[in-house]
């Protein structure tokens, strides 16, 4: 790991906010799936059952989450993983729950949801956003080499900012700013279509002189 000098060290401890910032591609998402979702009339019965109860199911997690009943939440999360994992309401359980297990520092239950998320989820969209918080968790715990592997991932376009902005934290952690830089300059330039993500790049420049 390159040696860091204490201004380039501080850069590198403000950036440790932004690692952390899992609602901001999370909470759109989910709303879009949530309130687009229609079962089909070409759906069977059988996973008009399932639907149904995964929304149910969905709906006691987002209480318990609300309430603060991380147990009960987390079993919400296990039962859609076991009993209705083709529903898109598994993974994006399994993404919020990974959030609630990484802020109470339970890493490893983290990766377990956000694996599964990323390998099973029905939705493209919700696996690539699972693998890119699968980097980040890899990023906090100094794991590098598969921070790296995943942000390597084959992804839709429309994800190529948020990935570049990935391997831009990963640069930080290790300690090399020059290609930080190169990562964040190119991701400013991928994400043209999406200014949220512009602007947290922007900012994570700026922070680090860019």
């Known amino acids: 790991m390159a040696h860091l000098d ?10 440790k906010y932004f690692w952390r910032d899992w609602g901001k591609y999370i909470i759109a998402v ?20 399932q639907a149904q109860k995964a929304v149910a199911v969905y709906s006691d997690f987002t209480k318990n989450v609300t309430a603060g009943s991380k147990d009960k939440a987390f079993a919400d999360v296990d039962k859609l993983i076991a009993d209705m994992s083709g529903t898109e ?26 694996s599964w998320a990323k390998d099973n989820s029905s939705d493209k969209s919700l696996g690539t956003i699972a693998t890119i918080r699968l980097a980040n968790v890899y990023i906090d715990q100094n794991n590098f080499d598969k921070a790296r592997e995943l942000l390597r991932t084959k992804h839709d376009i429309a994800f190529d900012g948020l990935f570049y902005e990935g391997r831009g934290d990963l640069y930080v952690a290790m ?36």
Not at 6 to 15: A, G, P, R, T, Y
Not at 100 to 110: G, I
Request: aromatic share 10%.
């Open 89 to 114: 309401y598994a993974s994006m359980a399994a993404i919020s729950a990974a959030k609630l297990a990484f802020e109470a520092k339970d890493y490893a239950k983290a990766i377990k949801y956000l």
């Open 30 to 49: 989910i709303a879009l799936l949530v309130a687009g979702y229609v079962v089909s009339s070409g759906y069977s019965w059988y996973k008009q059952s």
């Open 175 to 210: 300690g090399d700013l020059n290609k930080a830089r190169d990562a964040y300059k190119e991701g400013l330039q991928k994400a043209a279509n999406d200014p949220s993500t512009q602007q947290a790049i922007q900012m994570k420049l700026d922070i680090i002189g860019g």
């Open 6 to 15: 204490l201004h380039e060290q501080e850069q590198v401890d403000k950036l």
